[in-house]
């Protein structure tokens, strides 16, 4: 039977074990941890409600902060880009294909800073090498920890669904004559 009781968010003992399981599983580029968790929960003795939807929300609030970490990365390297090398790469880096900043190549980059900055020298050239490079791998990292937190989300959700559903169906069942009810 599916528990609705209320439980406290600081001393919710599965929230808590799957919240270091998901940062185990950040550590580790993979769901393993959290999936074998999961695993064990539904061979025992499935979950309150409320402590999968106090976990959803926890995943919630980590993708808000990794996709503003992303647009951080973002905006940091555009802007400092823009001050210290003259150089626009709003083209290759728009604002709205965020997502995908891990996929720019920092070649395609340095090509087009070279093509609209020609006053860059070695050393410049060189710093401006690292710091794409830099920046892109921050962003892959980042992109690779909103995935696992998206793919944990939506697992956790379709878990509250299920669960709701069954809570609700054997809500349901108790009271045989309310099943008339409904049209």
Request: glycine share 2%; aromatic share 6%; proline share 5%.
């Amino acid at each position: 039977m599916v528990e609705l009781r209320v439980p406290d968010e600081d001393e919710d003992p599965l929230r808590l074990q799957a919240l270091d399981l998901f940062d185990r599983c950040l550590d580790q580029g993979s769901l393993t941890p959290i999936m074998s968790f999961i695993e064990e929960m539904l061979a025992d003795e499935p979950p309150a409600l409320d402590s999968l939807r106090s976990l959803a929300g926890d995943l919630q609030q980590r993708l808000f902060v990794l996709r503003t970490k992303l647009y951080n990365v973002r905006d940091k390297l555009v802007s400092t880009l823009t001050t210290d090398f003259a150089l626009d790469v709003t083209p290759l880096m728009p604002a709205e294909a965020l997502i995908r900043l891990h996929l720019v190549a920092a070649d395609q980059v340095m090509d087009f800073a070279q093509m609209h900055n020609q006053h860059l020298n070695p050393h410049e050239l060189g710093t401006l090498q690292d710091m794409i490079t830099s920046a892109i791998s921050v962003a892959a990292s980042i992109h690779r920890d909103v995935e696992i937190t998206q793919s944990l989300h939506m697992l956790i959700l379709d878990w509250l669904d299920a669960f709701s559903a069954v809570a609700s169906r054997e809500y349901w069942d108790e009271f045989p004559s309310r099943r008339g009810l409904l049209h």
